[in-house]
Each structure stands twice: as structure tokens, then as C-alpha cells.
């Protein structure tokens, strides 16, 4: 790799700060990051650092979380062949480093890889004996405050379902009457401003990575330990994340009922469909600690609820309710036709072009490497389709599947068809939906034949921008999508009335359906706008966030972890 400049992230880069940075640099720069150097072997590792042929090399910090890893980015950046190095600040001011702060960074990255190790031992005494005591019993206090814990370590911009499921549940319980303390580890734009932001501040990383998980667990229970106590909380409420028990303590210390969301196992995601963690066993007891002491489990599907059942949680304690939607934030009534034009103009579409969109994290069960191929299938057999009906595919984010996608499609005949834009900002995905006309939800089974689990947060915001959907028929898809036109290369006919029809369904894995169903679709315009305020209805009706929270608090209410649900009221 040969360049003028570089730059080294730790995770990839919104497509708006990556656009500022390479305007400030006046060109477009190599990229390397983190997760791709980790696939190296250390001496691989090193060679690519000493081959880059880079002038200057950049590290963005996009975030300010990005900054407890600043000092193994400097050490990665000193061990490389660039004259120059420089920190690019969120507001893209930077300051000029020397292999001398690579050295600095070294003892820093010492010291915290002291505290991480020491942390990991200690979990490993703390868990063991939590996997031996009994669940406390507790009952609500009747109060109207609730602790919203949100531990999940997350570095760069703030994308993906998961950022509008947090904002959801958070906003929903301010909405049922709770005053919310909403701690995280970095800010939520999409919570509201009426909940009160603790912020979680990580302590430099260290090495092996992992361990910083458990430092930082027991960071967080000691962060929050006075509050919790003179708070006076009805219930704390934890996303569940990788390694992090922080709830559990902080419920037993005070007596707290502790509602825990899980959407499904970490350590067997990394085992299964990336790299197994390097202490899974500790991941794994950190897990079953969380699930034990948990008062009450909330979920958001059947294969997520059966799975509980399995690990021992008892079905009395779980709660389960898709993903769903902020009716007021995806509204396409709200967003402006010089919006909805703005976005097709940042890319260079036209106005007049039927746009077929897809938006998501691009993970192992997003299935965007398959519409991809699709695409690439279109692209190179029946162009003239696509020119005819002015079709553009507008594939929105990034992530692990983003090399395959790129080599998918990178063929001249596919070019003047398909626009990538990288990641955005959660709260920018409405204006980007509201320019489609086509949403693709191509999700695919998991490749291991387990059962899918999901519950894709983007089904729910498809639904309610009132536009028509072009979806696998799989799991709980399939069943919010019931009534819905199926399709298959072998019938691909438009029922003459679509009454109460909600999408366009078509086997998973099969790129002919695929294929059907958007020719259905982009043929006959009566038939999208149809199924997509069919959707929407739905969508309201069944899938707002206030539905979710009230089958919370309904469980809770059963289980006398509140006082009576008008308790919060």
C-alpha cells in the first residue's frame, strides 16, 4: 500500500466525518483499522504498519470514548513507517505527536493492562460466588425513578437498531410517568433531553482487550453506588452487554429490582460468527450471573424466549415484545420533500429515480451480501430493466460484510447502479428512508442452522415511513409480515387487490426471489403505495415503543416489582 497519507481508526468512520477529514486533507486517504489489523499475526501486523509508504498518518477520534484507546493507536502509529503523526479531534482540530508519545503511551497502556488483568481475576472469585447465591427478593418502592443502565462499550458513530432500542425504552418509560437516569458510556442523541444523562467514562484500555470489559463492569457499579443509594430507584433497568454484570451488583448492594434486556448471547456471537473471546469462559459465567439475579428478563423474540428457558431462566420472569418504533420520529409526514431531496442530491440521484433501499450495521444476518449479488445479477443481465424504471439501489452503513459487498460490486456494470454511503447517524436514518421508495429487508438464516433470533429494529422503521417492503420470510419477519404477497421465481403475478397486504415476502437465501418480488414491486407504484400505508397502519397499531414498555411494566406489576402499575402513573 502506497499513499501520501493515512489514516488509523479504531473502528470505521461515519461517512460525514470521514467526508470533513478527507476535505481537510484535500484528498482521500488509505484507511486502515483496528479490527482489520487484529486478523493479522503480530509480525504481519508489524510488516503491514512498516509497509504503509505514508507520508503523515492521521488517528480520528470521533467520538471521546475512542480516546481510552488512544494510547495503543499511538503505539500502532509509532511502530509505522510515517514521517509524520498526528490526533484529529471531533471538531477536526489536531495536534502533531512524536514516536516519543508512542513510548509514553507504552507505560500508560502498561499500567492499564495491570488494572485490566487484576480486574479479570477478581471477576472471575466475584462470579463464581454469584452463580452460588440466591436471587434476592425485593419489591418495588412504589417511587417514580428508574435507572436506565446502558454499559455497552461502543466506539465511533452511533448507528444500527440498537441505538433506536435504547432511545425507545428509555423515552417509553419517561413517557409512562418514570423520571429516568439514563447512564451510558457516551450520549444517546435519540433519548430525550428530559432524562438525566450519567455519563460512564471508561479508564484507559489495556491489553489483552477483554479485560477491559471486567475493569470497566466494576467501574460502572462503583460509579453509580451513591446514586443508586440515595436515588431511591423503583427498578434499574440494563441493556445487557459483553461481560458486564454491573447491574447485578448494584441491585444486591441496594435492593433494587433488576430488569435485564437480552437480545441474545454475546460469547456465542463471537464463538460462532466472529472471533471467540479470549476469556469466553468468564463471558459466559458473566452472562449466567446476569440472567440469575435478574428479577425479570425482557426479550424480543421466540427463539430468544426458548433460549432463556433453556439457560434456566424461569418463563414467569420473561418478558418478551419486538423491536418497535418512535411513531413521531419515523414519520414521513415530518420530513420535507427538500429533505427527502437533499439526501438523493448528496449522492448524485435523481429526483425522478425509484430508489430501492436498504439500511443496517451489514452483520452476519443482514443479508447485504446477498442483495448485492442481486444487484450484481441485474446489473450484468438485464440492464435495460433498470434504465427502463430508473431503478437505484441506495444501500445505507457499514460494517463486517462491507469488503464483500465492495468486491460484489465492483464491476463497471454495476456502477451506474448502486450507491454506498457508509455509516450514518442514527437520527439521520428517517431522512434517508423517507428518499426511498423501496425498502429491502433481505435478512438470511443462520449459516450454523440455529434458529433466527432477531427482531431487526429496521423491519419496525420501514414499516412506519409508509413505503413499500421486499422481505425474507423468516422467523419473526415473517410472522409481524404475515399478510403478505409471497413470492418465487415461479410466481411473481399481482393480486388485484391488496387490501390489508403489508409486504412482499420471498424465500430466504433465494436471490430469484428476491429478484421476483422487486420486479413486482417497482412495476406496479398502486401496489407499493398500498402495502406501505398498509405498513405503517400495522406499525402503529402493534409496534410502538409505549407498547413495548407497558408489557414491561405489566410483567413487573404481575411480579409485585411494582407497587401497582398506576404507581408510575
Given at each position: 500500500m502506497s499513499n501520501s497519507h493515512c489514516v488509523l481508526s479504531n473502528y470505521p468512520l461515519s461517512a460525514d466525518f470521514r467526508r470533513k477529514l478527507e476535505e481537510t486533507k484535500g484528498a482521500a486517504p488509505n484507511y486502515l483499522s483496528m479490527p482489520e489489523l487484529r486478523t493479522l499475526p503480530p509480525l504481519k501486523m508489524v510488516e503491514r504498519l512498516r509497509d504503509l509508504g505514508a507520508q503523515s498518518l492521521s488517528i480520528p477520534v470521533e467520538d471521546e470514548n475512542t480516546r481510552v484507546i488512544l494510547p495503543l493507536l499511538k503505539i500502532l502509529a509509532g511502530i509505522s513507517d510515517a514521517r509524520t503523526i498526528e490526533v484529529v479531534n471531533p471538531d477536526l482540530s489536531s495536534e502533531r505527536i512524536t514516536r516519543w508519545n508512542s513510548v509514553q503511551?507504552?507505560?500508560?497502556?502498561?499500567?492499564?493492562?495491570?488494572?485490566?488483568?487484576?480486574?479479570?481475576?477478581?471477576?472471575?472469585?466475584?462470579?463464581?460466588?454469584?452463580?452460588?447465591?440466591?436471587?434476592?427478593?425485593?419489591?418495588?418502592?412504589?417511587?417514580?425513578?428508574?435507572?436506565?443502565l446502558n454499559a455497552n462499550l461502543w466506539?465511533?458513530?452511533?448507528?444500527?437498531?440498537?441505538?433506536?432500542?435504547?432511545?425507545?425504552?428509555?423515552?417509553?418509560?419517561?413517557?409512562?410517568?418514570?423520571?429516568?437516569?439514563?447512564?451510558?458510556?457516551?450520549?444517546?442523541?435519540?433519548?430525550?433531553?428530559?432524562?438525566?444523562?450519567?455519563?460512564?467514562?471508561?479508564?484507559?484500555?489495556?491489553?489483552?482487550?477483554?479485560?477491559?470489559y471486567y475493569r470497566f463492569s466494576r467501574h460502572v457499579a462503583s460509579t453509580l453506588d451513591d446514586l443508586t443509594r440515595t436515588r431511591n430507584y423503583s427498578f434499574i433497568y440494563q441493556r445487557m452487554s459483553v461481560c458486564n454484570y454491573s447491574g447485578v451488583l448494584l441491585s444486591r448492594r441496594h435492593r433494587v429490582p433488576l430488569i435485564l434486556e437480552y437480545n441474545g448471547s454475546?460469547?456465542?456471537?463471537?464463538?460462532?460468527?466472529?472471533?471467540?473471546?479470549?476469556?469466553?469462559?468468564?463471558?459466559e459465567m458473566a452472562e449466567r450471573a446476569c440472567l440469575r439475579h435478574a428479577h425479570a428478563v425482557v426479550t424480543i423474540s421466540e427463539p430468544l424466549r426458548d433460549e432463556l428457558i433453556q439457560r434456566g431462566v424461569e418463563p414467569h420472569r420473561i418478558v418478551c415484545y419486538p423491536n418497535c418504533i418512535d411513531p413521531e420520529v419515523f414519520d414521513p409526514e415530518r420530513i420535507s420533500a427538500q429533505e427527502r431531496r437533499a439526501v438523493r442530491q448528496r449522492y448524485g440521484i435523481a429526483d425522478d429515480a425509484l430508489v430501492v433501499e436498504f439500511i443496517g450495521t451489514f452483520g452476519q444476518w443482514h443479508g447485504v451480501d446477498m442483495l448485492a449479488q442481486a444487484i450484481r445479477k441485474l446489473a450484468e443481465q438485464e440492464p435495460e430493466w433498470l434504465r427502463r424504471y430508473r431503478v437505484h439501489f441506495l444501500i445505507v452503513g457499514d460494517g463486517l460484510k462491507m469488503p464483500v459487498v465492495r468486491q460484489t460490486l465492483g464491476s463497471d456494470a454495476c456502477n451506474p447502479f448502486y450507491t454506498l454511503t457508509g455509516l450514518v447517524q442514527q437520527q439521520e436514518a428517517p431522512k434517508y428512508l423517507a428518499s426511498a421508495d423501496v425498502f429491502v429487508s433481505p435478512h438470511v438464516p443462520n449459516s450454523d442452522g440455529s434458529r433466527f433470533f432477531g427482531s431487526p429494529t429496521k423491519l419496525f422503521e420501514y414499516m412506519a415511513m409508509s413505503k413499500a417492503i421486499l422481505a425474507s420470510d423468516l422467523d419473526q419477519i415473517g410472522q409481524v409480515l404475515g399478510n403478505s404477497i409471497r413470492v418465487s421465481p415461479e410466481r411473481t403475478d399481482v393480486p388485484g387487490d391488496a387490501t390489508g397486504r403489508l409486504a412482499v415476502l420471498f424465500q430466504p437465501g433465494n436471490i430469484d426471489g428476491l429478484i421476483a418480488g422487486l420486479k413486482m414491486l417497482v412495476e406496479n407504484e398502486r401496489c407499493r403505495k398500498e402495502l406501505g400505508q398498509n405498513a405503517r397502519h400495522e406499525a402503529l397499531a402493534r409496534y410502538t415503543w409505549e407498547h413495548h414498555v407497558r408489557v414491561i411494566l405489566d410483567k413487573m406489576s404481575e411480579l409485585a416489582l411494582l407497587r401497582a402499575p398506576e404507581a408510575a402513573a
Open positions: 503511551s507504552a507505560l500508560a497502556l502498561l499500567s492499564a493492562s495491570g488494572a485490566g488483568y487484576a480486574s479479570l481475576l477478581s471477576s472471575r472469585f466475584e462470579l463464581a460466588s454469584l452463580l452460588k447465591a440466591p436471587r434476592i427478593d425485593v419489591k418495588g418502592s412504589g417511587s417514580n425513578k428508574a435507572l436506565y466506539f465511533g458513530v452511533k448507528a444500527g437498531g440498537s441505538v433506536g432500542h435504547v432511545a425507545g425504552v428509555a423515552n417509553g418509560l419517561l413517557k409512562a410517568g418514570f423520571g429516568v437516569d439514563f447512564a451510558s458510556a457516551g450520549p444517546n442523541r435519540m433519548v430525550s433531553e428530559q432524562a438525566g444523562y450519567i455519563p460512564l467514562v471508561p479508564e484507559t484500555f489495556g491489553m489483552p482487550f477483554e479485560t477491559n454475546e460469547a456465542w456471537v463471537a464463538k460462532n460468527w466472529g472471533r471467540p473471546l479470549r476469556y469466553h469462559e468468564e463471558a
